[in-house]
């Protein structure tokens, strides 16, 4: 990093080269980019040296291969690595400006939805900080996830396009594009006795990688995030054209244009588009191509693959590079299939993200053949000998263990059975999701292959989501424990359990989260234009909007609180703020009608001036992850109320546990591991098992009727929903959310999602929050043990267990580390 001087001149003349201005007249959003392209600049040495020790080292690599790398801005978390953020701040205050206000000019590149893609994020930043050769491989996409307005209660999605100013951190490297080929047919060759595939009649598109720089910690160390753009291939002639090549070349045209042009906004959600399964391909191919060149540079034996290089796949969605590699390996190296068929699956990994049915992505063969005809031959043929394989193994119950494992079947190709059948492991992402895919989900892959299954227990990045989200947090934890140490070693925090009797200590902790309140109530004051009072509870539940998630069942109690503040004398509260905010994809109807209910209930309780500010529900606009900074650090409550079994793992309940607010919520996911951490005593749990509800998901025997007709409280919540109680305009707005709860229909039980089910114990284990709250100490303590307890879910131990079981790299050695 440069001194203080240096950094001030080279701001000030970045601002004169981009802009022709001196500093004093340049805008915040100038200075943002001079002091990006400052920054830049103290890393390039740094990303030079890092590569070049990759090769002087010969290091194994890994390739995190994903269709979602939710990065967040990069700035403040670039100075944070670089351990730079006071003199940073030193620096721009002398020049007349705030760290703060220069960072929010960044657009936050939301290149995912939501978890899945915030994963692939914190992993990156756990990779370069432990010292690993690793590259993230994705998609540049124009748009990334939309930005969500707010208009009359109702979302509206409104483009994100987040490089429409230029991105200071990219680097194009148009000398390693690659032509991708899609379509066409398949020609077989005779060649001295081999038979060689050659793909013609193909429509193609170049793809150019966009490397961004990956920081550790104060290590030296940068890895690179590779996202593809598509360009079309224009190096034709044009007059010689006949019509059908001029008809091509603007399909091409078009093809490049449209690849890349928008991330999918669905969450846990597979909607069976063909230009996502061209996405898919697209930047697979690319990728792997890359991939294999690199390695060649280097060695002289393609079989030595597996020694040097392991490909990730973050969910099926990347599950098309296992063809790709195998056409790779024998149609451009001329392996046989045995040999290539080896390599393969010593090089590919699957991570599984969810059980839910509706997210596993099973492509029409006939779209994926006309689509990728070579690499569908060769799915073919993977099914094939798999099928063999079956059949040797089950020759009594054959069919039934074709119908629930092969790879083809019923018109379709099953992407994760293939990942499955290929890659030589297989992990969850939580202990009990790893224990549901092997007992429930894939039980007849984890009796044929157990060897393959593990759990890996995500994590989460304390330089974003403490070093960064909390500087106020980060500083404290510092003085008491005399050292900053835990930014690399989040275990450390244990030590903070010293403080836990410590009146002093807790009130300095307190009066920090009560500081973190002040800035999320400005934040909501100015974006939001609501006032909220930051000495009631902060009670947040922020993630994408999904019904198995259950936002409704938190705004359904918000209804039934309300109704108890307004009839019922005795009842009284401590004055609770809900904090919403989740976007719903934009075809998701459910979710979007979720949206709309909050807001009309927000409108109600909001403007009642008779229950004294009791209630206040506040919906955040466009939910992402830079405001997600502000919101975790100012949370009394965390709310994880997922259907026990649907959430895999859960991220944000982290990220809440690690800045000090106990957890509500059901025992699932990540969600029990937490509360092995914490005690049971410093959580509130309620609901339904996730043995109990996959049981009553066998047995049918759940009627929510029952409780509707049996609980008038409920009841009286419910038919506030069609009565025109919280919509007077139309008392229809929510019928449909009504008959969700009460009503089966073709496919769905009624309540699928057990909301009334679990509606009592949910409200009981509120007030016993209630109760905890009003005891200042008592509740100080359980916040301060949510810190103190966090070191398990830092990504740097996940990271450390996929390095020792499956991707088993070396630590790069840099000379010029700190
Ligand atoms: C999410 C899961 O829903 C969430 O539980 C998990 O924490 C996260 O992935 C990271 O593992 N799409 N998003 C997810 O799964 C899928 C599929």
């Not at 969605?317 to 056409?327: F, G, K, N, Q, S």
């Not at 008038?712 to 959310?737: A, D």
């Not at 301060?784 to 390095?803: C, H, M, P, W």
Request: with cysteine; charged share 30%; proline share 3%.
């Amino acid at each position: 990093m440069m001194n203080a001087k240096e950094l001030k001149k080279a701001i000030e003349d970045n601002v004169k080269v981009l802009y022709r201005k001196t500093i004093d007249e340049a805008s915040k959003e100038q200075v943002f980019y001079a002091l990006s392209y400052a920054i830049k600049d103290t890393i390039i040495d740094e990303w030079i040296a890092t590569h070049k020790a990759y090769d002087a080292q010969d290091a194994k690599i890994l390739y995190y291969l994903s269709m979602e790398f939710l990065i967040g801005r990069a700035l403040g978390n670039n100075i944070i690595n670089l351990g730079a953020r006071k003199e940073v701040a030193q620096v721009l205050n002398e020049l007349g400006f705030d760290l703060t206000d220069i960072e929010d000019q960044e657009s936050d590149p939301a290149l995912g939805n939501g978890g899945l893609g915030r994963l692939a994020a914190c992993f990156l930043d756990s990779l370069a900080t432990l010292n690993y050769p690793a590259y993230g491989c994705g998609i540049r996409y124009r748009y990334g996830m939309f930005k969500q307005k707010i208009e009359n209660g109702y979302q509206k999605e409104v483009p994100d396009n987040w490089i429409k100013n230029g991105y200071p951190f990219e680097i194009k490297r148009s000398e390693y594009s690659y032509i991708v080929k899609f379509g066409g047919n398949v020609r077989v060759e005779n060649v001295d006795g081999k038979e060689k595939f050659i793909q013609e009649n193909y429509g193609s598109v170049r793809a150019i990688p966009y490397d961004m720089p990956v920081l550790g910690y104060e290590n030296g160390m940068v890895n690179t995030l590779r996202i593809w753009d598509a360009e079309a291939i224009t190096n034709f002639s044009l007059e010689q054209f006949d019509k059908g090549d001029y008809q091509k070349a603007l399909e091409q045209e078009n093809l490049a244009k449209t690849l890349v042009e928008v991330l999918y906004p669905n969450d846990n959600h597979y909607a069976g588009k063909e230009l996502r399964l061209k996405q898919q391909y697209f930047f697979i191919s690319a990728s792997l191509q890359r991939a294999l060149d690199k390695f060649k540079e280097n060695h002289s034996d393609i079989h030595d693959l597996p020694k040097k290089v392991v490909f990730q796949l973050n969910d099926t969605h990347p599950t098309v590079a296992i063809p790709e590699l195998m056409r790779l390996l024998l149609d451009e190296e001329g392996l046989s299939w045995d040999d290539a068929w080896k390599i393969t699956t010593e090089c590919m990994a699957y991570t599984n993200h969810t059980i839910m049915a509706e997210a596993l992505e099973k492509w029409p063969i006939d779209l994926f053949k006309s689509l990728l005809p070579r690499v569908y031959q060769i799915v073919d043929e993977i099914n094939r000998r798999f099928v063999e394989q079956i059949r040797a193994r089950y020759p009594h119950n054959f069919a039934e263990k074709e119908k629930n494992m092969a790879i083809l079947y019923n018109g379709q190709v099953r992407m994760a059975y293939m990942a499955i059948v290929a890659g030589f492991s297989v992990n969850g992402v939580a202990r009990l999701h790893t224990e549901i895919l092997e007992h429930q989900e894939l039980k007849d892959f984890y009796e044929m292959m157990p060897e393959k299954f593990n759990n890996k227990t995500n994590g989460i990045t304390q330089r974003r989501f403490l070093a960064h989200a909390n500087p106020l947090l980060t500083d404290w934890i510092t003085k008491k424990l005399g050292t900053d140490k835990f930014i690399t070693d989040l275990p450390l925090l244990s030590g903070l359990k010293n403080y836990l009797d410590d009146e002093n200590a807790l009130n300095e902790f307190m009066d920090i989260k009560y500081q973190n309140k002040l800035r999320l109530v400005k934040y909501i004051k100015e974006h939001n234009g609501i006032e909220i009072d930051p000495d009631s509870i902060f009670d947040v539940q922020v993630k994408r909007l999904h019904e198995y998630k259950r936002q409704l069942l938190n705004i359904l109690h918000v209804m039934y609180l309300y109704n108890k503040l307004k009839n019922d004398d005795n009842f009284d509260m401590y004055p609770r703020t809900f904090i919403f905010g989740a976007k719903a994809a934009a075809g998701y109807k459910r979710a979007k009608q979720t949206i709309k209910l909050i807001n009309s209930i927000a409108d109600v309780i909001n403007n009642d001036k008779s229950i004294n500010d009791k209630i206040k529900v506040v919906f955040i606009e466009d939910y992402k992850v830079s405001n997600a900074e502000i919101i975790f650090a100012a949370a009394d409550v965390s709310e994880q109320i997922s259907t026990a079994s649907k959430e895999a793992s859960g991220t944000g309940n982290m990220k809440f546990m690690l800045n000090g607010a106990p957890t509500i919520g059901t025992m699932d996911g990540a969600n029990v591991e937490i509360v092995e951490e914490v005690g049971h005593e410093n959580a509130f749990i309620f609901g339904l098992s996730s043995d109990e509800v996959i049981a009553y998901e066998k047995n049918h025997e759940y009627d929510p009727m029952v409780i509707f007709n049996s609980d008038s409280e409920i009841r009286t919540v419910l038919m506030q929903l069609v009565n025109g109680f919280y919509s007077p305009n139309n008392t229809e707005e929510f019928r449909e959310i009504y008959d969700s709860l009460l009503k089966s229909n073709g496919h769905d039980r009624a309540d699928t999602y057990f909301i009334l089910k679990d509606f009592r114990s949910y409200a009981a284990a509120h007030e016993e929050v209630d109760r905890a709250y009003r005891d200042k100490k008592r509740w100080a303590k359980m916040a301060l043990t949510q810190t103190a307890n966090v070191g398990k879910f830092s990504s740097d131990r996940t990271i450390e267990e996929y390095v020792r079981d499956i991707w088993h790299l070396s630590k790069l050695r840099l000379d010029n580390a700190k």
